[in-house]
C-alpha cells in the first residue's frame, strides 16, 4: 500500500513563511500529479497549488506569486515554500498525490491526514 506523510505547518506571522513537506512511500511505480489542498471549517477542500510529473504547475489565484510548489520525482516528495503569509492562509492544508501502483494498470488517489498552518500575529 502506500502512505503520504505530512510534515511542516504550525504558526505563522503576516508576511513571514512556512514551508510544507510532503512525501508517497510504499509499492509506487509511478507517481503523477502531487498537489495541495486546503481546508477551513465549515468549507469545502481547496485546490491550493499542483504539478504534474513532468512540471506543469497550477496555482490558486489566491496564492499566485506568493507560494511555489516543487517536487523531487525520485523521492516521490512535493513541498509547498509559502511566502508572504496571510492570516486568509489559516488552514489545514492536505497532501495529494495520483499514483501508479506496481504491477497495475489504474491510477489511485492518496490524501496525506492534513497539517494544521495558523497565521497569526
Known amino acids: 500500500q502506500v502512505q503520504v506523510a505530512e510534515s511542516g505547518g504550525g504558526l505563522g506571522h503576516p508576511g513571514g513563511s512556512l514551508r510544507l513537506s510532503c512525501a508517497a512511500s510504499?509499492?509506487?511505480?509511478?507517481?503523477?500529479?502531487m498537489a495541495w489542498y486546503r481546508q477551513v471549517p465549515g468549507k469545502q477542500r481547496d485546490l491550493v497549488a499542483q504539478?504534474?510529473?513532468?512540471?506543469?504547475?497550477v496555482y490558486s489565484d489566491s496564492v499566485k506569486g506568493r507560494f511555489t510548489i516543487s517536487r523531487d520525482n525520485a523521492k516521490n516528495s512535493v513541498d509547498l515554500l509559502m511566502n508572504t503569509l496571510k492570516p486568509e492562509d489559516t488552514g489545514v492544508y492536505y497532501c495529494?498525490?495520483?499514483?501508479?501502483?506496481?504491477?497495475?494498470?489504474?491510477?489511485?488517489?492518496?490524501w496525506g491526514q492534513g497539517t494544521q498552518v495558523t497565521v497569526s500575529s
Open positions: 495529494y498525490c495520483i499514483i501508479r501502483l506496481r504491477g497495475e494498470w489504474v491510477d489511485r488517489q492518496y
Open positions: 504539478m504534474t510529473r513532468g512540471g506543469n504547475t
Open positions: 510504499g509499492s509506487i511505480d509511478d507517481t503523477k500529479t
